[in-house]
């Protein structure tokens, strides 16, 4: 087992950052974290990604690299060391969309509509062919948690409507996604220009799919509740600036919505079970409410009945039955 305390001290010192102040940041999902430095009046963050628990740094490189050069405000890269999953990125502050919302409600509009020009921009130019294909085969297969952790159920019919409907209805070339595009993975940068003010983080599983994935991540947030009159304001905003047919787009925003919240509820119980964060089990009702709304969707009403028929409502018997198997969490 190699000793990460000293391989970051390592890192640090040859960095130039060995004397730095350290602090610990939150984390997310994954098995990264984080640590804020402080040195000469100057900060930068640390992201320990550790290798032997699954993660890898290059695919963060990669994608930095490219929104970069597309003029996005994305971490600059300062240091790296992919071997032992070290980078050493660009501070680019604390102002998370999700935390000034709540200080600052009246910000709430153009923080959002600030965030959907970013997807508007995004989208005009084409994805990176290395990018997995989020196609409809795929996000059926990618719905497998469900089954797995929230309940156990013979997946095949579900999967196969769903596949059949994201077939029908989300053909459309595909763009870049950010994947987690959501309010705690979006900074406010108001020193900044344009689309510039919006910081991105955690987008190192950036995939290329439909375009309204991503505005989908946004809106139909499994961590805040955004106001309903938020949500159709945004979807007009981007309908409107792209020329897309607003029937079709709105129709593929349904039935994405509840692939990404079918797949959201399987990733939140494994999230307890496997990992030891129970805190997500706390997270489903609003998913579920999510997925139960989507799905009325007149598109969507032969997956509305199997959903029904194949999964129970998370009810406090089913949630707590979830928390009993959740595992001790890790050390860090």
Sequence with gaps: MPDRPALINRFLADSGWGDAARSHLAGDASNRSYQR???NGETAVLMDA?????????PFVTITNHLLSLGFSAPRILAQDAENGFLLIEDLGDALFAKLIQTSPEMEQPLYSAATDVLIKLHQSPPPDHLLDYNPAVMA?????????????????????LQTVLTKYCTVPPVMSLRDYHAENLLWLPDRDG??????????????????????????????????????A????????????????????AVLGVQRNLRILGIFASLCINA???????????VWAQLTEMLTHPAL???????????PEPSPDHLQRLKSQCAKPRMP
Aim: proline letters at 9%.
């Design 37 to 39: 430095l402080q040195m």
């Design 50 to 58: 550790p290798p032997d628990r699954g993660e890898d740094t290059r």
């Design 141 to 161: 297969d990618y719905i497998a948690p469900l089954f797995e952790w929230y309940h156990p159920a013979d997946a095949t019919p579900l999967q196969q409507e």
């Design 195 to 232: 689309t510039k003010r919006v910081g991105l983080l955690d987008y190192q599983d950036a995939i290329k799919t439909h375009p309204a994935y991503d505005l989908v991540s946004l809106l139909k947030d499994a961590r805040r509740d955004v106001p309903a009159a938020t949500e159709a």
């Design 234 to 253: 945004m979807i007009t905003r981007y309908i409107t600036a792209t020329g897309v047919d607003p029937e079709t787009f709105r129709t593929a925003y």
């Design 276 to 286: 030891g964060k129970p805190h997500y089990i706390n997270l489903i009702p609003r």
């Design 301 to 311: 009403t032969t997956l509305q009945t199997l959903v029904q028929d194949t999964l």
